[in-house]
């Protein structure tokens, strides 16, 4: 494991960037993933603790597309399209080493 968090693997930090944009090029639309609550406004004052977990996730992680009415096909659809965007990025790191 070489995530903070299990299963998970760490990425370098323009990943999610290139992989939201071949995502949006694929059409799926996704959104940065949060902001730890430690770093929102309310919490601006309080005492900081490091938050390792949640900034690494927040730093990392994207949401896809979620909404009620997402249906089996859609999912499968997504899921293709995110398998094809890392093949592509993949693709284009093994040609830049």
């Known amino acids: 494991m070489d995530g903070l ?3 998970t693997r760490r990425a370098a930090p323009d ?5 939201i944009a071949e995502l949006d090029r694929r059409g799926v639309e996704t959104r940065p993933f949060f902001v730890p609550i430690p ?5 601006a004052g309080a ?3 490091a938050h390792p977990v949640s900034t690494d996730l927040a730093r990392r992680g994207l949401n896809l597309p979620t909404y009620g009415d997402l249906t ?4 499968d659809e997504i899921v ?6 890392l093949s592509s990025l993949a693709a284009e790191r093994s040609t830049c080493v």
């Open 5 to 7: 968090v299990p299963g």
């Open 15 to 19: 990943t999610r960037d290139r992989l």
């Open 39 to 43: 770093e929102l406004p309310p919490y």
């Open 47 to 49: 005492i900081r603790r």
């Open 72 to 75: 089996n096909s859609d999912v």
């Open 80 to 85: 293709s399209r995110v398998r094809q965007a």
